[in-house]
Nanobody, 117 residues
């Protein structure tokens, strides 16, 4: 069955770094666009970063440009989000998403990131 398993979340101080990872299985990973989203209680889930199926194209939310970097390894079926210069407003549950042709999409269970001030 399809699985997306995030890891790497935790508690970090302002200015610190974390690296999130998402391990995928159960589908042809290299055919899917991969994204990271985040959500705080009471707010809609927001797109943080997206990477194309081949890894050649990336896009970021304005709020994280220059601080976060998304990458993928199609040989290992993983996608990562390197988060630097973290701020308290980056505190959220971070989700990994796989999508293809606007028809197929899968979500991970999320990992908590907490940035203390």
């Amino acid at each position: 069955q399809v699985q997306l398993v995030e890891s790497g979340g935790g508690l970090v101080q302002t200015g610190g770094s974390l690296r999130l990872s998402c391990a995928a299985s159960g589908f042809t990973f290299s055919m899917y666009t991969m994204s990271w989203y985040r959500q705080v209680p009471g707010k809609e889930r927001e797109l943080v970063a997206v990477i194309s199926s081949g890894g050649g194209s990336t896009n970021y939310a304005d709020s994280v440009k220059g601080r976060f970097a998304i990458s993928r390894d199609n040989a290992k079926n993983t996608v990562a989000l390197q988060m630097n210069s973290l701020r308290p407003e980056d505190t959220a549950v971070y989700y990994c998403k796989a999508a293809r042709q606007r028809v197929y999409s899968y979500w991970g269970q999320g990992t908590q990131v907490t940035v203390s001030s």
